[in-house]
């Protein structure tokens, strides 16, 4: 069965310090890979993915995830972190398992806290 | 603007009511998902539909019922079966086709469910 999983329910650190948000995933295949940010009672924003190419993916307010075939992860990553960036953050993989119907598999969140 | 719009915000619901939730989305996606979203579990998905009148069940689709009679509109009704119903609900839609697969879903902002 296809998976995602993000083993820290909480990540804190420092303004300008660096970031990184951990995500591993199980599938068959090759996976497509998702970031995803949320700020209180609000959707989701779309951050970043990985479908093919290059193994660094640049994404949307300086984010970055660095995907890793042998060690099966896609780490989310910042060079410096703001306060701003403060909210939860989900990995996601697409489902190839049930067919081309688009589904995504989550993780189940981590907080990101930014403090001054 | 285009984009997804999820009505109401909030939303109360009485012990044995049945309440519907409205997501209608102007992307001219052909796919559309509704996810629950409950404190430490992520997302869970509930029904997706890929087409107009056609839809599945998600893995939680016990209690909830959901139509598509047009492209742009897939609402959700939760029923008085679903007995733990308070959550986040978040509508999704994603282009179908190819490129399901390596195209990112957008969210709406979401709709959250007490039971009073």
């Known amino acids: 069965a296809q998976s995602v999983a993000q083993p820290e329910d909480q990540v804190n650190v420092a303004e300008g310090n660096p970031l990184t948000v951990k995500c591993t995933y199980s599938?068959?295949?090759?996976?497509?890979l998702f970031w995803y940010v949320q700020y209180p009672n609000r959707g989701l924003q779309f951050l970043l993915k990985?479908?093919?190419?290059?193994?660094l993916v640049k994404g949307s307010y300086g984010f970055e995830a660095e995907f890793n075939k042998s060690q099966t992860s896609f780490h989310l990553k910042k060079p410096s972190a703001l306060v701003s960036d403060s909210a939860l953050y989900f990995c996601?993989?697409?489902?190839?398992?049930?067919?081309?119907?688009?589904?995504?598999?989550f993780g189940q969140g981590t907080t990101l806290q930014v403090k001054p | 603007d285009g984009g997804i719009t999820q009505s109401p915000k909030y939303l109360f619901r009485k012990e044995g009511q049945n309440v519907t939730l409205s997501c209608e989305q102007n992307?001219?996606?052909?796919?559309m998902y509704w996810y629950r979203q409950d404190p430490g579990q992520g997302l869970r998905l509930i029904y997706y539909?890929?087409?107009?009148?056609?839809?599945q069940k998600g893995d939680i689709a016990e209690g909830y019922s959901v139509s598509r009679e047009k492209k742009e509109s897939f609402p959700l009704t939760v029923t008085s079966a679903q007995k733990n119903p308070t959550a986040f609900y978040l509508c999704?839609?994603?282009?179908?086709?190819?490129?399901?697969?390596?195209?990112?879903?957008?969210f709406g902002q979401g709709t959250r469910l007490t039971v009073v």
């Open positions: 999704a839609s994603s282009p179908k086709g190819q490129g399901i697969s390596n195209t990112e879903a957008f």
């Open positions: 599938v068959s295949g090759n996976p497509y």
């Open positions: 990985y479908i093919t190419g290059d193994n």
């Open positions: 996601a993989v697409r489902d190839l398992g049930s067919g081309n119907t688009g589904k995504l598999i």
């Open positions: 992307l001219n996606h052909d796919a």
């Open positions: 539909s890929q087409i107009v009148n056609d839809f």
